[in-house]
């Protein structure tokens, strides 16, 4: 293999050490207590954060699980999504939601996205809706919010149930609103995430107090009360440690996700030649540019050791899991051609110049 003989240094696709060093005496603090108090499972932590998470997403309840998936997993199971369902969904993401839906027993339905936003094209969704269809389950992609206002008319219109999935999203509003405003909203702490947390952890969101009671009695082994179970559930709840690491950071999000924003509206500046996110209601968990010499930039960055992914290089439906006959041709077009570039609160602008002149010279 070639080696890369950049003259820069590394850039990797996000530095978690760097905004990990700038919270270090807090978050060491905050996981000694944990460790100190010996309560390790469904504790204070918990709790605590779940409150402080229901007052920063303005919503009723807040239930802490074991991961992103998970929240998915769970909300379609207390939402009573099952065999003979369909779910409508987007076939640009990565896999969880679609997968949870098959894990109910029900069908994934992929709806193809619109080209600028890379969002569930909301116009395509009413000639898919059936006699067996029971909810809409939009991503906002990347950071980026599906179109809620039509989602949210199509859902009242045809009685169905809206579960988000706001795993790459958390801080971020729609046309009019906070996202999360569906009967189940789901997030995921997953490292890289905008409120990452060291492992796996994930909730659900809801305004709901039945649905709520439901999650929390479906996420410890069908109950809520010790050695009483009603119900057939799982085990998935998010540790004290992780939660203790959330609540610091927490306070933090808004601050980052803006530090997000000023690196993205650099790139927009310094970028020619490539199709770049709207700049609109968008949170950049990843900043993801369009262009038809993906592969060449992707070649030209990787040589002067700057990461980049490609997310995702194979659309849903055309995943062999899902056995899928649709023809979708604005997410096969586009999977060709989507590239995302290092995005994270630290990364310098000097850092952006030097990608943006490596990229602008492949294009020009
Ligand atoms: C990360 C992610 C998930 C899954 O979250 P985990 O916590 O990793 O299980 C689901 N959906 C989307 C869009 C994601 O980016």
Known sequence: MIQPC??????????????????????NHAIMQVVRSGNYIQGKQCRLFEIEMEK?????????????TDALFLSLLAAGVGPGDEVITTSFSFIAA??????VGATPIFIDIEPLTLNINASLIERKITQYTKAILPVHIFGKSASMVAISNICLDHNLLMI????????????????????????SFYPSKNLGCFGDGGMVTTNNDKSAERIRILKNHGSYQKNYHFDI???????????????????????FNGLRSMVALAYN??????????????????????????DDIKKALSYNNIASAIHYPIPLHKQLVFNSKEKLPVVEQ???????????????????ETICNIINEEVV
Do not use: W
């Not at 586009?334 to 952006?352: G, R, T, W």
């Open 6 to 27: 950049s003259k820069y240094a590394p850039i990797p696709m996000c530095d978690l050490q760097l905004s990990h060093d700038y919270l270090k005496a807090e978050i």
């Open 56 to 68: 920063y997403l303005d919503i009723k309840h807040a239930i802490g699980v074991g991961s992103g």
């Open 98 to 103: 679609a997968e949870a839906i098959v894990r």
């Open 164 to 187: 988000e999935d706001c795993a790459q999203a958390l801080g971020g509003r729609d046309e009019q609103n906070m996202l999360g405003r569906g009967d189940f909203n789901c997030y």
């Open 233 to 255: 559930g799982i085990n998935s709840r998010l540790d004290e440690i992780q939660a203790a690491i959330l609540r610091v950071k927490l306070n933090y999000l808004d601050q």
């Open 269 to 294: 500046d310094m970028l020619k030649g490539v199709i770049k996110p709207i700049n609109q209601d968008h949170v950049y968990n990843q900043y993801t540019i369009l262009s038809n010499k993906r």
């Open 334 to 352: 586009i999977v060709n051609e989507v590239l995302s570039l290092p995005i994270y609160p630290e990364l310098s602008l000097d850092k952006i």
